[in-house]
């Protein structure tokens, strides 16, 4: 059984900066991609940031140069380190792990950038 654990939401003030975490247990195999995904109030889920089991890494546009997605495989771990933040990045932050033709997601931490 494959499980996802996300860490490291809460509240910060615009320009700020966190780090989020997503925990893996259970097995799996064969080629992945993880993603976190966000959805506010009132909008669809869209997607944050992506990376694949090769590390090739994708970013939405209204993050690129302030988000950084990577993998402490070591660990199970993928992270989002999200600098620069605005109010509009508030929202809930899932992770999911796209494997074997299946998709696993977290409970998902909420985010919010307000001063």
């Known amino acids: 059984q494959v499980q996802l654990v996300e860490s490291g939401g809460g509240l910060v003030q615009p320009g700020g900066s966190l780090r989020l975490s997503c925990a893996v247990s259970g097995n799996f195999f064969g080629i992945y991609a993880m993603g976190w995904y966000r959805q506010a109030p009132g909008k669809e889920r869209e997607l944050v940031a992506s990376?694949?089991?090769?590390?090739?890494?994708n970013y939405a546009d209204s993050v690129k140069g302030r988000f950084t997605i990577g993998r402490v495989n070591a660990k199970n771990t993928v992270y989002l380190q999200m600098n620069s933040l605005k109010p509009e990045d508030t929202a809930v932050y899932y992770c999911?792990?796209?494997?074997?033709?299946?998709?696993?997601w977290g409970q998902g931490t909420q985010v919010t950038v307000s001063s």
């Open positions: 990376i694949t089991s090769d590390g090739i890494t």
């Open positions: 999911k792990l796209a494997v074997s033709l299946r998709n696993y």
